[in-house]
């Protein structure tokens, strides 16, 4: 249980899923990727928020806010969770997907705070699939976050709440067994064919799509001795990668092998139908029978096509599982599982609010001198501020990592030099392992608050360039001439007037030779 109190940070999701609409009412909101940035972006100022995530799959479109409880909207949702006409979040998921709110209100749900949280735990294990514990949902989970950090459009408490999902999720994966967990929709369309009498075996097939999608259906028919055929859109021969065992085609000449299949897979991100119900009546032998399966949100195969001769259509909400009595003793362990991870969040919620709260003057800060010759440093970013702490802690520590897709010329000098060691990536939270300080100096408030939240987790002291108020220890101006080392420190604010002073006990000390 939460007991943050209501000027903090609120957390709200707005969304629908295949609960709540079907496959065709939740293609208005498949958002195409080249265009996600832009709007996110904007819905985030036009909210107000601190942060967003937009949580995009085939079974559920989400839109994640995070407030400052001082900025916090006037909601206007009834008693049931719906959201009215005129409420803020149904405005901007509207908006970014460009459609009219009073003809999409009765689709979407709304929650907050703790509702809100555990919606998002049982999302991310796939306890709210329509195929029950898929396998999938975990990865698109850490995708959405991921992508909100690399545009710059995510904050810290988003941050912290969707890692801590998927490592719940990730436990629950590796220690919970359910019935016919982890299937996905192309195990249910197989199964389906199955009962059906179908055998692969003795079927050709044919998978739209070469993307990660498509692949696994190809790989997964294949698997089940079909001969399957795979539309690539620029197919030179040995150009474009297509999964083991499949013969790759011309995406432009799909129609024309149609009647030599039994089975058609749709799995694109296309805005547009891969078959339209004129064309396949053009070239569709009507007695020749024909299972299509569409995969896809928006969908890939145009629905009229179900009442075409001898054309049997399914989509994505054709597939499914019931949790069922054999699956109930999983539900209780993954639920355990959850509320350990739950509580875990909430806990680092407390503990930032009190942060937040308690900011000390800085009369309150202490100076120590310590033995750091042997602690290990790690620094997160690689630009000029951690070249300058860097350069300043050389010569008290011997081990220094420095984790940054770039670096300045100078570290690149001092890695020549062997004085540091240098890792070209992007930050991970497992980049902190064996670390005794922390230093977090990119040019991201939002990445900073990530790796100041990993270390709080962690225990491990902390130092945000930043954010004074998430150091753990503040890097003083350092003043030495031979054994004698003086820090001057104004509490993290005035830094120049740091840097006036340490220069003036340099020039001091060389002049007295203390």
Known sequence: MSD????????????????????????????????????????????????????????????????????????????????????????????????????????????????????????????????????????????????SREIGVADSVLEVLFRQAVTSA???????????????????????????????????CMVIGNGEYGRLAASTLVEQGAEVLVTVRQYTHGAVAVPRGCTGVPYTERYGHLDRCQVIMSATTSPHYTLERERVDEVHDSG????????????????????????????????????????????????????????????????????AQVKPPVAALFPMFFDISDKHAVFVGGGTIAMRRVRTLLPFVNEITVYAPEFSPELERFAVDGAVTLVRRAYEPNVLD?????????????????????????????????DRFKCDFHFPGVAVHENMVVGVSAGGKDHRAVRQLRARIERLMEEEDV
């Open 288 to 355: 020749h029978e024909l299972l299509l399966f569409d995969l896809a949100v928006p969908c890939d195969i145009e629905p009229s096509i179900a009442d075409a001769p001898g054309c049997e259509r399914f989509d994505i909400d054709s597939f499914g599982t019931q949790i069922g009595e054999e699956n109930k003793q999983a539900i209780a362990a993954a639920q355990r599982m959850l509320a350990s991870g739950m509580d875990d969040f909430w806990d680092w919620m407390r503990r930032r609010e009190t942060m």
């Open 4 to 147: 943050i109190a209501d000027n903090t940070q609120i957390i709200y999701m707005i969304g629908t899923d295949h609960s709540l609409a079907s496959a065709e009412v939740r293609s208005a909101f498949s958002l195409p990727v080249d265009i996600r940035e832009a709007v996110l972006s904007l819905a985030r100022a036009k909210l107000g928020a601190s942060g967003v995530v937009l949580l995009a799959t085939c079974n559920r479109t989400e839109l994640w806010v995070s407030y400052d409880g001082m900025r916090e909207p006037e909601r206007s949702v009834d008693e049931r969770g719906v959201p009215l006409v005129g409420d803020p979040l149904l405005q901007a998921m509207c908006d970014m997907h460009m459609v009219a709110p009073e003809e999409y209100a009765q689709y979407f749900t709304c929650r907050s705070g703790e509702n809100a949280v555990s919606h998002l735990f049982h999302v991310a294990c796939g306890l709210r699939s329509a195929i029950v514990a898929e396998d999938q949902i975990i990865s698109q989970v850490k995708q959405a976050i991921a992508f």
């Open 434 to 466: 064996g670390a005794d300080m922390v230093f977090a100096c990119t040019n991201s408030r939002e990445l900073n608050d990530e790796v100041w939240a990993e270390c709080k987790r962690r225990h491990v002291l902390v130092n945000v360039c930043s």
């Open 170 to 204: 990730k436990q629950v994966k590796s220690g919970v067994r359910f019935t016919r967990a982890y299937a996905t929709a192309i195990d249910q369309a197989v199964a389906l064919l199955s009962d059906r009498g179908v055998d692969l075996a003795d079927c050709t």
